[in-house]
């Protein structure tokens, strides 16, 4: 069974740091690449970043470049977004979705292209 339990939301000032984690298991997790989502309250969902577990390739959307970085622990098959200098913008509830055959290009911020999908923790960046 494919699981993805995401962990590391929480309130924070402007400014502050979260790290989220993304832990996986049920698929072959070095052949995967794990997105991160973001939803806020009456907007659509976005892409905000990706690895591929298969070559370390990362991306980001463009409004958290900078600021958010996204790793792999493969040992232990989990994900991790450290995300500084949050801004109120970044408040939403955020999900970690695994495609289990990778990504290439700009198809990692299209959703259909992820598998599996976590329930979500909310981030709430405080002004």
């Known amino acids: 069974e494919v699981q993805l339990v995401e962990s590391g939301g929480g309130l924070v000032q402007a400014g502050g740091s979260l790290r989220l984690s993304c832990a996986a298991s049920?698929?072959?997790?070095?052949?995967?690449?794990i997105g991160w989502f973001r939803q806020a309250p009456g907007k659509e969902r976005e892409g905000v970043s990706c690895?591929?577990?298969?070559?370390?390739?990362?991306y980001y959307v463009d409004s958290v470049k900078g600021r958010f970085t996204i790793s792999s622990d493969n040992a232990k098959n989990t994900v991790y977004l450290q995300m500084n200098s949050l801004e109120p913008e970044d408040t939403a509830v955020y999900y970690c979705?695994?495609?289990?055959?990778?990504?290439?290009?700009?198809?990692?911020?299209?959703?259909?292209?992820?598998?599996?999908w976590g329930q979500g923790t909310q981030v709430t960046v405080s002004s």
């Open positions: 690895i591929s577990n298969a070559d370390g390739r990362t």
């Open positions: 049920g698929f072959t997790f070095d052949d995967s690449a």
């Open positions: 979705a695994a495609d289990l055959i990778g990504v290439y290009g700009s198809s990692w911020m299209d959703e259909v292209e992820y598998d599996y």
